[in-house]
């Protein structure tokens, strides 16, 4: 039997979604192994008999946890796809403005029209099981963490941070080149992306297991960055960690 | 003649959100609604104190299937801002960026979200069975757009090199 599988969206870009059917090359094979019972982007079914299921974005509307909370119900097993599912990702930076000044900046006097919450990853409303990490998510970990499933084994999900591929890739470092990378402290499986086309790590992957911030503040203020500025960079994905418990 | 009304929720194969939501009455339609249901995000306060170069990288984020458009708009407003004007060679590989963009845009919507309808399938995935060839000939076409995409952007989703003022790194291959 397939397992059967499904695919929900909340406050996000679309971009990991997107992602899956842009894995050409293996995505029918993809399919040959599993069902997909529900996937609103690409398939007009609707089931709910899915046990697994792949949740992109973050709650931040009022129904969303309620939808959330549901999910986890029929799903046997949850993964969180993309930073916005994972930490909040670029969303999470809402939440360090007010909340009724940023609806009122945006909308004006139609404010009440488009309700909004503080911006929740989904590990803060329900049990996660998986993460696949990155914004967007990259193929090779999405793929990964699908065959891993079918077998009944941990995904494999490296638990160093970017220089260590960075440097196996054996790109010259860009401090080196005076630009400012926040590689040393993130979680690799990216193959060092943004250091490979010469722009240094923002962090889209979230922190590394045992990373140690102390000391790359240190190595940025170096660089001229106050620990003020290292922690705004850190906001641009990664704000969740500043309130997670 | 009896009262009909149809409420689609959350339209299926469609980049976006929405709901169709109709009542007829005697034959004629009475009220027809397309309501836009997408979460919102708020960019324009979470961009408030971020350095200008983080714009195209967040504003990157507001849509995956266009990323580079928003990326390509932004910093071009980016650059007015400092008065600064790309030289031709950083507008011509912008253009094929945007293009590469069309082009795997308009093969997503024509073989993924409408072909379907057509063959009156619930998805794509039925096709590649019934007819094979055409799947894979569009898979090509996408992955073909997606490179393009990469030569110059590093990636479809999000692009990396596109900086104000030019690219962190030019393809030479
Ligand atoms: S993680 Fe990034 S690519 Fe994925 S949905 Fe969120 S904003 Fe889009
Ligand atoms: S460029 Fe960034 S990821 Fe690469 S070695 Fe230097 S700090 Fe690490
Ligand atoms: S280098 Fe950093 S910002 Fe770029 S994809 Fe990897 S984790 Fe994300």
């Given at each position: 039997m397939k397992p059967k599988v499904a695919f929900f969206s909340f406050t996000s870009c679309e971009g990991c979604q997107l992602t899956v059917l842009e894995c050409e090359d293996i995505l029918l094979d993809m399919l040959g192994q599993i069902e997909i019972v529900r996937f609103r982007e690409a398939s007009s079914l609707k089931r709910d008999d899915y046990e697994i299921a792949f949740i992109e974005g973050s709650a931040s509307r009022p129904d969303d946890v309620t939808r959330m909370r549901k999910i986890r119900e029929r799903a046997n097993l949850v993964v969180a796809i993309g930073a916005c599912a994972v930490s909040?990702?670029?969303?999470?930076?809402?939440?360090?403005?007010y909340l009724q000044r940023t609806r009122e900046h945006v909308y004006?006097?139609?404010?009440?029209?488009f309700p909004t919450t503080q911006v929740q990853p989904v590990e803060a409303v329900i049990k996660v099981d998986h993460s696949v990490y990155g914004?967007?998510?990259?193929k090779d970990e999405f793929l990964e963490t699908v065959k891993s499933l079918l077998v009944g084994r941990t995904p494999r999900i490296p638990q160093y941070p970017v220089c260590v591929e960075c440097k196996m890739a054996e790109n010259v470092c860009l401090f080196h080149r005076g630009q400012t990378c926040l590689g040393p402290v993130i979680r690799a499986g990216c193959q060092a992306f943004c250091p490979g086309l010469g722009a240094g790590c923002d962090?889209?992957?979230g922190l590394a297991p045992d990373h140690n911030l102390a000391s790359l503040t240190n190595v940025l203020g170096e660089y001229g960055m106050k620990p003020e500025e290292v922690r705004r960079k850190l906001r641009l994905f990664n704000g969740y960690i500043e309130v997670q418990p | 003649m009896t009262d009909i009304t149809i409420n689609v929720e959350h339209i299926a194969r469609v980049e976006g959100h929405g709901n169709v939501v109709m009542s007829v009455r005697d034959g004629r339609i009475k009220e027809l609604r397309l309501e836009i249901v997408e979460s919102p995000r708020f960019f324009e306060v979470m961009l408030?104190?971020?350095?200008?170069?983080?714009v195209p990288h967040i504003v990157a984020r507001i849509c995956g299937i266009c990323a580079a458009s928003h990326t390509l708009a932004s910093l071009r407003a980016v650059e007015d801002a400092f008065k600064l004007v790309p030289s031709p060679q950083t507008v011509l590989l912008r253009k094929l960026l945007l293009y590469g963009e069309f082009l795997q845009s308009h093969l997503l919507h024509v073989y993924?979200?409408?072909?379907p309808d057509f063959f009156r399938v619930d998805s794509v995935i039925p096709l590649a069975s019934t007819h094979p060839e055409v799947v894979k000939r569009a898979l090509r076409m996408k992955m073909l757009a997606n490179e393009l995409c990469a030569v110059v952007g590093g990636r479809h989703i999000h692009p990396v090199t596109p900086v104000p003022g030019g690219f962190t790194r030019l393809n030479r291959n």
């Open positions: 909040g990702g670029v969303n999470f930076m809402k939440n360090f403005h004006g006097a139609q404010a009440d029209w914004c967007p998510m990259t962090g889209c992957r | 408030q104190g971020r350095p200008w170069h983080e993924f979200l409408v072909a």
